[in-house]
């Protein structure tokens, strides 16, 4: 079920909220939370139910291994259980994630023909999975409470972050959902949640969306595109990942707050950046921090030497990439922002500053360039769009400017309309500008919900965006994060 469609906004959601608070104003607070976890396993379970054994089995499991590590046990050392739950996990994401990509490569490295398993990746198993494991980690540190099942059952499934994040920890989401408070239908959090809501729903379906048509044209239809052509192409990607990432983390914070609960913040004008280590602070901030928390200090951080640190970058990025998806584009792409980074932290280290505009620009045209390979189905798709991006060889100019600049017909420039490729008019230059002004230049979510006041302003903006969004609700359209 997605949260851009009719049955989500129309009938779950208001089904879900009336009967949750309904059970909690009848003191049935057991009952509320046990509706809130049915609902949201059925939320869950609308794509496919066969997905569902997989997460049921996946939390009881870790649930009682967390239990057993919070507790004083001598039969095994508590270190043996730790290595065995976290080994569990990576093994059940591997095996639905990765079996096809490493058969793929064992054939290719022995020139064998093992048939591939062709399994259908569980949605949300990457999110979940690393979800539990920092449980894990923490119960193994005495960071945890004993919950009973139910509470953590609610804490893996709630519904707004269940599928594509953000990455809670228990701490951030057990004591809210214990609150007596946020039991009772507060409407300050009502009219904020909706809001935020409905920015994500009009950022998804109507922006998002609008630059999905040209990014896949230029990636997945096109089989040859001329410089303008390919810098259009790689941009919407670009503007279309930020939209939709975006706006489903305004959605999931915003579905969040109906229900009194207060999400992380994991989308902080990324696009801001003046360079890469920003960057990391501010796109997918609880993924950020995993990587952080559970494998870049874990491996030593920054505390054994500068050659052991920029290793340990390299090798967190390097999985973080894989974690997004099985496939060596995606090594790449995390082997860049590692190399990126490393670079950042050198020059540092020496002393270097620059412009703050050339910052920017540097920052911004290497996450630009390194989305391609993030985006691409294989290798050759990358290299069609970043050869054309690059290369002179095939230069078309408006045909206006064709009396002004005929002499370029000499060095092999042609005039006409130079987006023909993309299917696209002139109104792909007016959204690519509206891009840069929305992502560079306005208030963000963080900024909104601070300020944020109900008036006839506030009540005006919401009805709009939200009705603009709900008439473009005319087609299926699954956020990019489900698929990692």
Known sequence: MLF???????????????????????????????????????????????????????????????NLLSQDQKSFSKKTILTFGITVNLTLLGYFKYSDFFIENFNTIFDTNTQLLNLALPLAISFFTFQQISYLVDSYKKETKEYDFLNYALFVTFFPQLIAGPIVHHKEMMPQFAQKRNKIINYKNISLGLFIFSMGLFKKVIIADTFAVWATTGFDVTTTLNLFEAWATSLSYTFQLYFDFSGYTDMAIGLALLFNIKLPINFNSPYKARDIQDFWRRWHMTLSRFLRDYLYIPLGGNRKGELRTYTNLMGTFIIGGLWHGAGWTFVFWGFLHGLALVIHRAWRRLGFTMWSWLAWFITFNFINISWVFFRAKEWDDALKILTAMFSLDHV?????????????????????????????KLDIVLW???????????????????????????????????IAGVISLNKVSEFLYFNF
């Not at 057991?30 to 997905?51: M, P, R």
């Not at 206006?400 to 490729?421: D, I, P």
């Open 4 to 66: 851009n469609s009719y049955v989500f906004i129309f009938a779950f959601l208001p089904l879900t909220f009336f009967v949750y608070f309904y059970l909690n104003h009848k003191r049935l607070t057991q009952a509320g939370k046990g509706f809130l976890v049915f609902s949201s396993l059925f939320f869950y379970s609308w794509w496919n139910i066969a997905y569902l054994p997989i997460i049921l089995s996946s939390m009881l499991f870790n649930y009682l291994l967390g």
């Open 396 to 424: 078309v100019l408006p045909k206006f400017l064709e009396s002004k600049l005929y002499f370029l017909e000499n060095f092999g420039v042609n005039f006409g309309f130079f987006l023909s490729n993309l299917n696209a």
């Open 432 to 466: 690519l500008i509206v891009g840069f002004i929305v992502t560079l230049t306005t208030k963000n979510t963080l900024q909104k919900m601070e300020r944020f006041e109900l008036n006839y302003k506030t009540a005006f903006l919401t009805a709009f965006v939200l």
